[in-house]
Every structure is written in C-alpha cells, then in structure tokens.
C-alpha cells in the first residue's frame, strides 16, 4: 500500500474514532443527538472497512468497544462473562447465508437496556445492567417493580437470564403529558427506559411501567433436556417470562417469516431497531464459539432504510421551554414506509451546519426504526441555511450558543411566550380550567404553530381544526374530545380563575380565601389593595404586596379581560370542606403512602387552609414524615426546634 495513503486512512480512522465516540457519549449519557443513526451506521462502516483495509485498530474504536463506562451511583459488579455485541447486517442475502440449511429463530431487537437476572431457589436475587459489556450496574430493587417481572418462580435451581427493559410508546406519550419534567429529558423511549431502570428510588421506576422481555436464557441444567432455542423460550414463558416474540425459520419460509415482522414494526406499541437470527440447536451454537468481538451462533438485522429524495422548502424554528430553540425540517411530502411524510427534525444547529441545508437543496429522508423522519444526506449541500436571529415566538433577540461542543440556538428573553409553557399548564390544570387531556407536550406544540399566544387561546382552538388534525400524534377524534374539554371548561368558578392566573405564590387555599373574602366578584378580586389583602387571615405583607403588583400590570389585566368573555363564572356551591388546617404550617419530607405524591398531599393540605413550607422553622406546626425514627436534617431540626414529627396515619387523624 503507498505510505501517504495508508497516512491519510490512518488519520481518518482517528477522526472516525472520535467523532463515533463523541456521538455515543453524548446520546447515552447526556441523552443529546449529535447525529441521526443513519450518518452513525455510514460513519460506523467506513470505519470497519478502513480497520479491515489497514489493520489499524484504535484501542478505543467503537468497533471494539461495547459501550462507555456507566456514570451512575449505583453499585457496580463485572459479568461472569463479557456480554458482547452482535454483528450487523442491513441485508436480507446476508442473513440468508448465514442461517444456510440450519433452523433458526428470528425475533425482535428490542430497544432498550439490556437486563441480566439471577433466580436462585425461586426468586429474583440479582438484577445487573449490561453496562460497557464488562461491568454493569445493579439494579434489583429496580427490576422487582417491572411491570411484567415475576419475583417468584416455580424452577428452584439457579438461574440465569437476559432481557431487554423497555417502555411502550403509548406509556412514553402517557409520561411525556403526565411528567412534564421528564418530557424535558427524554427524547424517546430507549432514553426514558435507561434513565427510569437506572433511578436510585424503584418507585419512580415502578411509575413508569418499565416493562421486560427476556431473549436468552444463558445457564441451563441438563437435566432440563432442553436441545434447542425454540424449547428454552417455551420453558420460560411457563415460567410466567414475558419472552421476545419469536418464529423458527428456515431456508424454505425465511421470506414469509421476514415479511411478518417487516410488516409487523409499524404496527408495534415497543421500540425496536431490526431482528436477531440466532441458531436454533443449542449444541450447535455452543460448538461455533465466539470471534473476538462477536458470538458466531447469532447475527443481528437492522432495517436497510427505506429513503426518499426530496425538496427542502423551509426549516422552521421550533421554541421550548427551556429556552432552547430546535430546528425542523419541511420538505415535499414523501411516502416512507406505507406513511406521508413532510417534516423531520434537525435537532440543533451543528446537525444542521454538519449537514449544510439550505432552502431548495434535494435531500435524501428515511424513518429511524421505520417509525422517526430524519435527514439521511443533502444532495446540494448549499449550506445557505441561518439561525433566525429573533425568537419565532416573542421576536427576542437569539444567541447560538456553544453547549459542550454542540452549537444551539437559544431565546434569552425571561418573558418569551415559550418559556411559560408551565403557566399554560398551569391555567389547564384540575385546580385551575380544568381542560382535560392537553398536556404539556401539546401546549409546546401549539404554542411552536401559533395557536397559542395566551392563555384565552385555549378557548378558540376550534379556529385551528385542520391545523390541529393535520400535527403529527393528533387527529378528528383527539380534536373532538379537546373541544368538549375545552366547552366543558367554560362553566368555571373565580376560584379556578384566580388560581389558574398564576398569581405569585397564591396557592389553591390561598385563591379560596380570597375569592371567598370578595364574594367571587372578579372586580373586587382583581383590584384588592394591599390593605385589603393584608386583612385577610391567612394572607401575610409579602403576599399581599406582590398580589397587587400583579394586578397592576396592563398586560395581565389584557388577559384576564380577555379571559372573562370566554367563560362564565358562576357562583359555587356552597363548599363545605372544612378549614381545618387554617393556620397550620407544615413540612413534607421522605416518601408519601397514602397519596399519589407530595403535590397531592400539599394539595390536600391547602384546600383545608394550611400551608406547606419547604424547610423546617420555627413558624412550622408538624413535620410530615413516615420515617420519624430517621436522622434526616429535617428531623434533627424539627427534633432541636421541639416540632412535633407524624407520619401519614398520624396527619389523617389530625
């Protein structure tokens, strides 16, 4: 080979090393998406080839190396034996050939993270993530709360088994509405499956239904008389396993078998990113043995993607929460997988700088997992493409900005329409306009379409009808059932008004006193003088002052005008909840029982006159805290001020 050029693939397997690594770290640890899998798979190749070419190989080259190190508190423990990655293929001959006249099995990748699970004597001992492929962490108080896990077996021997723990789409949806914050990290259910398993408290993994379907089972006894895969998997779902659903092939129904499951993908409520082919006979595989990188009695299928060249008409600047602001790409509908599509997201401004998009370039789109639009490639490349410099919401001035070596786009206004997605949620919540089924995720939505400005808003969706029906996630009967919720909701209280404003630090018992005070006159309600205020019992100088500023802004009174010709107040009945804690300041600490969490227990609290306060004082009447025999700081304090500690069964028979 000529010196200068083995030179040249030398320094590109390098670059190639860093770039692959980079993009690894940065989606498995940080949960950020430099690149789409695609470009990932196109780079991971030409590294491959180039090792093969030149027997050059990095001792950090992904090619060699499962996976990074694991960054979590959670105890760590090394495999018995190194759990190595399979080999790849994105075609269908190649997987032919390797099943040859053998009888195999066919099943799910699954998605998600891979779990190893030790039984002994009939139950669950051990629970270990697969981790770098040599340690992983431990994690068995996590997996006794998976959805579908038994923790006790009829088999009394030893044990052992892999899976994969995922989270179903729909339960991805139904998190990303019902737990906002986690919207925020999790960009997909892989992700949110990874950081769940991983949680230090297994109740926040019992919430969100992470689920586990077992693919190998690594130790058998012989006794068992088990000689094939097929008879492994029927073993386990006796034992009450939820297995990977799986189909014997062979040479003669291989094509059928494949049609099912490329059929079958779409159709699935769980994540997965191709198939494995593993030999059925379990002598035979034993006897193949395993490469230094791979085991040779199994290969893994990834989708070849199906792409579509088309034109890039526009890319739309999508604003969040957070302040940061992610570009989308609109092109020419295409058909992908059985689906039309227009739109893909880019992510961020280094994805879109890296792939040089401007307006009328030809592109090549494709669908992640055949479900997720993504840019494959830019055919032009014009590169013509900026980021806005002004908010696509409130019109603020933009910044790029560089966050851990990738270039993002950000709105530094504190007042931009965006970044008070939580007052929308706020105003939609059951305390306050109680409009059912609009979550967070939709808000943003909405808000990035400009069919939400303020908070009247909600009551003129019916304007947006093909708008709405056409987003993505949505449809005619998700925009009937936010029309009834939204009809539904224009019969409300001044308590649900005042509340849903968002009035600083007016919590729900807070709004209920003073509406009560006034009579449910939103007049009086809106213009209550700080001398006012400050008569109410319940309502200290801070409050009061602060209550009043509110109101004197212009901009709220816009609102709340505006507001009040889209909804009746009515007059409620009388309530007779008694005001029992009024007066009382109480302290919440450690995990709750009794309620579903501690906003619902603080809730509880308000809506009978007390207060909850975030650290223990002197002003503070009862510590709320199920472990009272713990040493916790709030203890000790409580215990030194000579503040009375109860549980929950205590606090209920107050």
């Given at each position: 080979m000529d010196n200068n050029a083995n030179i040249n693939d030398r320094a590109r397997i390098e670059e190639l090393v860093k770039v692959l690594n980079r993009a690894r770290m940065t989606y498995e640890?940080?949960?950020?998406?430099?690149?789409?899998?695609?470009?990932?798979?196109?780079?991971y190749d030409e590294l491959k080839a180039l090792e093969e070419k030149t027997g050059y190989v990095m001792s950090q080259s992904p090619t060699i190396n499962v996976g990074y190190e694991v960054v979590s508190e959670l105890p760590k423990e090394r495999?018995?034996?190194?759990?190595?990655?399979?080999?790849?293929?994105?075609e269908t001959e190649t997987l032919k050939n390797f099943l040859g006249d053998k009888e195999g099995l066919l099943s799910w990748k699954m998605d998600g993270l891979t779990n190893v699970l030790t039984y002994r004597d009939g139950e669950l001992v051990k629970a270990v993530t697969r981790g770098n492929g040599e340690i992983g962490e431990i994690i068995t108080n996590n997996a006794k709360v998976y959805k579908n896990l038994p923790l006790k077996i009829p088999y009394k021997g030893e044990l052992v088994i892999r899976g994969e723990a995922i989270i179903t789409y729909s339960e991805f949806e139904r998190i990303n509405s019902e737990l906002p914050e986690t919207e925020a990290k999790y960009k997909n259910p892989r992700n949110l499956c990874s950081g769940s398993v991983r949680q230090l408290n297994n109740k926040i993994t019992a919430q969100r239904n992470v689920e586990l379907y077992v693919f190998g089972l690594i130790n058998t006894n012989p006794a068992m008389g088990f000689k094939t895969r097929h008879e492994g998997f029927d073993w386990l779902g006796s034992m009450g396993f939820t297995c990977v659903e799986e189909r014997l092939v062979n040479k003669d129904n291989f094509d059928e078998v494949f049609s099912y499951f490329k059929k079958q993908v779409s159709e699935n409520d769980f994540p997965s990113d191709g198939l494995v082919l593993s030999y059925d006979d379990l002598e035979y595989s034993a006897s193949l043995g395993r490469t230094a990188k791979f085991p040779r009695d199994s290969i893994a299928f990834k989708w070849q993607d199906e792409t579509a060249e088309t034109t890039l008409l526009d890319i739309e600047w999508s604003a969040s929460r957070t302040g940061l602001i992610n570009p989308v790409a609109v092109f020419e509908p295409v058909e992908l997988e059985g689906t039309n599509v227009s739109r893909?997201?880019?992510?961020?401004?280094?994805?879109?700088?890296?792939?040089?998009l401007g307006i009328g370039d030809r592109i090549e789109v494709f669908k992640a997992n055949m479900i997720i639009p993504q840019i494959a490639r830019n055919l032009t490349e014009s590169g013509t493409?900026?980021?806005?410099?002004?908010?696509?919401?409130?019109?603020?001035?933009?910044?790029v900005r560089d966050e851990e070596g990738i270039r993002v786009l950000l709105c530094n206004n504190p007042d931009c329409v965006a970044k008070k997605i939580k007052g929308f949620s706020l105003f939609v919540s059951r305390d306050a306009m109680n409009i059912e089924g609009i979550s967070e995720n939709t808000i943003e939505k909405w808000i990035n379409e400009g069919i939400?400005?303020?908070?009247?808003?909600?009551?003129?969706?019916?304007?947006?009808?093909?708008?709405?029906?056409?987003?993505?996630?949505?449809?005619?009967?998700?925009?009937?059932?936010f029309i009834?919720?939204?009809?539904?909701?224009?019969?409300?209280?001044?308590?649900?008004?005042l509340y849903g404003m968002g009035v600083p630090n007016i919590g729900l018992a807070t709004a209920k006193l003073i509406c009560k005070h006034f009579g449910n006159d939103m007049e009086k309600i809106r213009n209550a003088s700080y001398e006012e205020l400050v008569e109410i019992e319940g309502i200290?100088?801070?409050?009061?002052?602060?209550?009043?500023?509110?109101?004197?802004?212009?901009?709220?009174?816009?609102?709340?005008?505006?507001?009040?010709?889209?909804?009746?107040i009515e007059n409620p009945a009388q309530n007779n909840t008694d005001l029992k804690f009024e007066g009382l300041t109480f302290v919440v600490t450690g995990s709750v029982e009794k309620f579903k969490n501690r906003n619902e227990l603080k809730a509880y609290i308000e809506e009978r006159g007390g207060k909850v306060a975030g650290s223990v004082s002197s002003k503070t009447s009862y510590l709320i805290n199920n472990d009272i025999t713990s040493d916790s700081s709030k203890n000790k304090e409580a215990r030194k001020l000579n503040i009375r500690i109860i549980n929950?069964?205590?606090?209920?028979a107050l």
């Amino acid at each position: 080979m000529d010196n200068n050029a083995n030179i040249n693939d030398r320094a590109r397997i390098e670059e190639l090393v860093k770039v692959l690594n980079r993009a690894r770290m940065t989606y498995e640890q940080k949960d950020i998406e430099i690149m789409s899998n695609f470009e990932y798979d196109k780079l991971y190749d030409e590294l491959k080839a180039l090792e093969e070419k030149t027997g050059y190989v990095m001792s950090q080259s992904p090619t060699i190396n499962v996976g990074y190190e694991v960054v979590s508190e959670l105890p760590k423990e090394r495999h018995a034996s190194p759990m190595l990655s399979l080999d790849k293929t994105k075609e269908t001959e190649t997987l032919k050939n390797f099943l040859g006249d053998k009888e195999g099995l066919l099943s799910w990748k699954m998605d998600g993270l891979t779990n190893v699970l030790t039984y002994r004597d009939g139950e669950l001992v051990k629970a270990v993530t697969r981790g770098n492929g040599e340690i992983g962490e431990i994690i068995t108080n996590n997996a006794k709360v998976y959805k579908n896990l038994p923790l006790k077996i009829p088999y009394k021997g030893e044990l052992v088994i892999r899976g994969e723990a995922i989270i179903t789409y729909s339960e991805f949806e139904r998190i990303n509405s019902e737990l906002p914050e986690t919207e925020a990290k999790y960009k997909n259910p892989r992700n949110l499956c990874s950081g769940s398993v991983r949680q230090l408290n297994n109740k926040i993994t019992a919430q969100r239904n992470v689920e586990l379907y077992v693919f190998g089972l690594i130790n058998t006894n012989p006794a068992m008389g088990f000689k094939t895969r097929h008879e492994g998997f029927d073993w386990l779902g006796s034992m009450g396993f939820t297995c990977v659903e799986e189909r014997l092939v062979n040479k003669d129904n291989f094509d059928e078998v494949f049609s099912y499951f490329k059929k079958q993908v779409s159709e699935n409520d769980f994540p997965s990113d191709g198939l494995v082919l593993s030999y059925d006979d379990l002598e035979y595989s034993a006897s193949l043995g395993r490469t230094a990188k791979f085991p040779r009695d199994s290969i893994a299928f990834k989708w070849q993607d199906e792409t579509a060249e088309t034109t890039l008409l526009d890319i739309e600047w999508s604003a969040s929460r957070t302040g940061l602001i992610n570009p989308v790409a609109v092109f020419e509908p295409v058909e992908l997988e059985g689906t039309n599509v227009s739109r893909a997201s880019i992510h961020n401004v280094s994805i879109m700088e890296g792939l040089k998009l401007g307006i009328g370039d030809r592109i090549e789109v494709f669908k992640a997992n055949m479900i997720i639009p993504q840019i494959a490639r830019n055919l032009t490349e014009s590169g013509t493409a900026k980021p806005p410099k002004t908010c696509p919401v409130c019109g603020s001035e933009t910044e790029v900005r560089d966050e851990e070596g990738i270039r993002v786009l950000l709105c530094n206004n504190p007042d931009c329409v965006a970044k008070k997605i939580k007052g929308f949620s706020l105003f939609v919540s059951r305390d306050a306009m109680n409009i059912e089924g609009i979550s967070e995720n939709t808000i943003e939505k909405w808000i990035n379409e400009g069919i939400l400005k303020t908070t009247p808003d909600f009551f003129r969706i019916g304007r947006f009808r093909e708008s709405i029906v056409n987003m993505e996630g949505f449809g005619e009967k998700s925009f009937d059932n936010f029309i009834k919720a939204v009809e539904k909701a224009r019969k409300t209280t001044a308590v649900k008004v005042l509340y849903g404003m968002g009035v600083p630090n007016i919590g729900l018992a807070t709004a209920k006193l003073i509406c009560k005070h006034f009579g449910n006159d939103m007049e009086k309600i809106r213009n209550a003088s700080y001398e006012e205020l400050v008569e109410i019992e319940g309502i200290g100088d801070v409050i009061a002052k602060e209550y009043a500023l509110f109101f004197k802004k212009p901009e709220v009174n816009r609102v709340l005008d505006d507001l009040l010709t889209e909804v009746e107040i009515e007059n409620p009945a009388q309530n007779n909840t008694d005001l029992k804690f009024e007066g009382l300041t109480f302290v919440v600490t450690g995990s709750v029982e009794k309620f579903k969490n501690r906003n619902e227990l603080k809730a509880y609290i308000e809506e009978r006159g007390g207060k909850v306060a975030g650290s223990v004082s002197s002003k503070t009447s009862y510590l709320i805290n199920n472990d009272i025999t713990s040493d916790s700081s709030k203890n000790k304090e409580a215990r030194k001020l000579n503040i009375r500690i109860i549980n929950e069964d205590e606090f209920l028979a107050l």
